[in-house]
């Protein structure tokens, strides 16, 4: 039987230990976003064979495993047929593997072959960039956002600052708070403050880079992300107050320029389905949407999409 514990900062050195170079193309094993969102997601973990298998709970999607971390091709089947039988005894378990990347699910079909189901989590799918093209602004895609970006600092008073000291801390939570307090009320952004309260004050020890930016010493909005690889960064968690025109624009292309500046990508992650996240993040132009997958086991091949 399998025993699962509840993600807690302590775990980061383990989770290290596995996750090494970061060899995964999505954001979603990041350490960082897994302790941001262990609250929502209900993120657990244990270890099989020598192999890390994480668990998450989530509303809609009930209880999934994320694809094992640390398989070999010798020991993955093994793995599987045992993550199967906890799935015939949890009701609540409607897939087996959720947030599965592409060379995983080839794995699974070459070892289950028509028994392998799989769906495409459109909604979820994560929206990749090039650096320098978030940088520069240049061509017509990205005319509107450079527009932007010049609106503000054109026009507003500003600095930027380390989110390291107290004072830029506190200034954080209070700008996320009042933020949360002006959206309406749902669990998921109550699970976001409280995980931005956990990370922000852990940014070193969970290796997270975090910019502030203020308009007449004012807090006018932040951003947190990481690099997880000599290729890719992804974006976490980014605020602004809409009262000051283009806050978005220049927090996005500022942290890339300051933070960024030396990796080939940016992970901006997912839309969640909300059309208006969706346009904006098109709006960026994206070199790629990085799919993920459903995954089930168990008698026929289907692929469909999640997003119908």
Not at 83 to 99: A, I, R, T
Not at 169 to 187: G, H, M, S, T, V
Not at 236 to 258: P, S, V, W
Not at 281 to 304: F, H, R, T
């Amino acid at each position: 039987m399998l025993h699962f514990k509840t993600l807690e900062l302590d775990d980061r050195d383990l989770f290290k230990k596995y996750l090494g170079d970061y060899n995964f193309n999505t954001y979603e094993y990041s350490f960082l976003n897994l302790y941001l969102w262990r609250k929502y997601c209900n993120v657990e973990y244990t270890l099989l064979h020598d192999v890390l298998i994480v668990k998450k709970t989530e509303e809609g999607k009930g209880t999934i495993f994320m694809q094992p971390i640390g398989y070999t091709r010798d020991n993955l089947k093994d793995i599987v047929m045992e993550l199967m039988e906890y799935k015939k005894k949890n009701k609540n378990m409607k897939v087996l593997f959720s947030d599965v990347e592409e060379p995983f699910l080839e794995e699974l079909r070459n070892l289950f072959g028509e028994d392998v189901q799989y769906y495409q989590d459109v909604k979820n799918f994560d929206y990749i960039y090039e650096t320098e093209k978030l940088i520069k602004l240049n061509g017509d895609k990205l005319r509107k956002r450079k527009s932007q970006y010049n609106q503000f600092v054109n026009n507003y008073e500003y600095r930027v600052e380390d989110i390291s000291s107290h004072k830029v801390i506190n200034d954080c939570l209070r700008f996320a708070e009042d933020w949360f307090n002006n959206q309406p009320k749902n669990y998921q952004l109550e699970c976001e403050l409280e995980g931005i309260n956990d990370i922000i004050h852990n940014l070193d020890i969970l290796n997270g880079l975090g910019m502030a930016v203020y308009v007449n010493d004012v807090i006018a909005g932040f951003t947190i992300g990481e690099i997880v690889n000599k290729n890719m960064a992804i974006i976490h968690i980014e605020k602004g107050d809409t009262i000051y025109n283009g806050i978005y624009a220049f927090i996005n292309r500022t942290f890339a320029e300051l933070y960024l500046k030396n990796v080939k990508y940016i992970n901006r992650e997912e839309d969640i389905g909300i059309p208006g996240l969706r346009r904006a993040k098109l709006a960026y132009d994206p070199i790629k949407l990085e799919k993920k997958y459903m995954v089930d086991i168990c008698g026929g091949s289907n692929e469909e999409s999640i997003d119908r």
